[in-house]
């Protein structure tokens, strides 16, 4: 099926592969509508692990492992939407995520990594596991909140 894919349809699939993260949006709106999806998902199911980790709901390892691998999906998906020029708008973004952008990287760089650590902890296969790793994930989002996020 390869040897028989025309060369022209293989370098278009390699420039679409390398296109920058821009180009997937067409409009500034479209980014912010994408990292905020992508967010608000992430905040969807890293809520349902809190109310397992803090008792409010029963611990289901299953349901944690499921939880915790859509966290960690999410969580790779928002960066690529802080596009030039999508700080203005129905955004809650602070001008700051561009004006310190390696600061920015960092943050959200520590925070993935916590996120891989509560992935882990979740297939532990026990709450206090999930316990552990929870607090530090959680105070990774709030370190970028308070310094990139209005209000
Ligand atoms: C959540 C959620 C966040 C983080 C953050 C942690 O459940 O929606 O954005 O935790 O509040 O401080």
């Known amino acids: ?3 028989m894919m025309p060369a022209a349809f293989t370098v ?7 296109a920058p993260a821009h180009a ?3 409009k500034p709106e479209e980014a912010v509508k994408y ?3 992508s967010f608000n998902l992430m905040a969807a199911h890293f809520g349902r ?24 999906t999410m969580a790779k998906l928002p960066w690529p939407a802080f596009t030039e020029g999508s700080d203005k708008g129905e955004t809650r973004a602070k001008s700051e995520i561009w ?21 882990v902890a ?4 026990n709450v206090d596991a999930l316990k552990v790793a929870f607090g530090p994930t959680a105070a990774s989002c709030k370190a970028c ?7």
Not at 102 to 109: E, G, L, M, P, T
Not at 122 to 125: N, R, S, V, Y
Request: a positive charge; hydrophobic letters at 45%; glycine letters at 6%.
């Open 99 to 119: 004006k310190d952008a390696a600061k920015f990287k960092d943050a959200s760089d520590k925070m993935q990594v916590e996120i891989g650590k509560l992935n």
């Open 49 to 72: 692990l809190g109310a397992m980790a803090s008792g409010k709901a029963p611990y289901d390892a299953k349901a944690a492992a499921e939880n915790a691998d859509l966290v960690a």
């Open 1 to 3: 099926m390869k040897k």
């Open 122 to 125: 979740a297939k532990a296969g």
């Open 12 to 18: 278009c699939l390699s420039l679409f592969a390398l």
């Open 24 to 26: 997937q949006f067409a």
């Open 145 to 151: 909140h308070d310094t990139f996020r209005k209000d």
């Open 35 to 37: 990292r905020k999806a």
